[in-house]
């Protein structure tokens, strides 16, 4: 078992940044794929990015690309991400999550946090 307890998301100016971070406990942190991904109300849950268990190699959904940065810290168990000019369109409920393999497929994701809530005001 892997728990996941996000943190960092709140409420925005477009254009502005946030930091979310995602604390891991539980089995081995630094054997799993970690990923974010999104859920905006009404829409289906999509892929942010992954981080391989090195922390070498990533991935980004195109919503992302160019101004959000995965990064993780075997140490602290912890995984981040960094979001840049922030815009409206970014308004979701954010999620980290474990994997055994990279991909960007949620159902491949058997263990996931309660999400955080990011606004991005116009």
């Known amino acids: 078992q892997v728990q996941l307890v996000e943190s960092g998301g709140g409420l925005v100016q477009a254009g502005g940044s946030l930091r979310l971070s995602c604390a891991a406990s539980?089995?081995?942190?630094?054997?799993?794929?970690m990923g974010w991904f999104r859920q905006a109300p009404g829409k289906d849950r999509e892929f942010v990015a992954y981080?391989?268990?090195?922390?070498?190699?990533?991935a980004y959904g195109d919503s992302g690309k160019g101004r959000f940065t995965i990064s993780r810290d075997n140490a602290k168990s912890t995984v981040y991400l960094q979001m840049n000019n922030l815009k409206p369109e970014d308004t979701a409920v954010y999620y980290c999550?474990?994997?055994?393999?990279?991909?960007?497929?949620?159902?491949?994701?058997?263990?996931w946090g309660q999400g955080t809530q990011v606004t991005v005001s116009s």
């Open positions: 981080i391989i268990w090195s922390g070498v190699g990533t």
């Open positions: 999550a474990a994997s055994g393999r990279a991909t960007a497929t949620a159902t491949a994701y058997a263990y």
């Open positions: 539980g089995r081995t942190f630094s054997s799993y794929v």
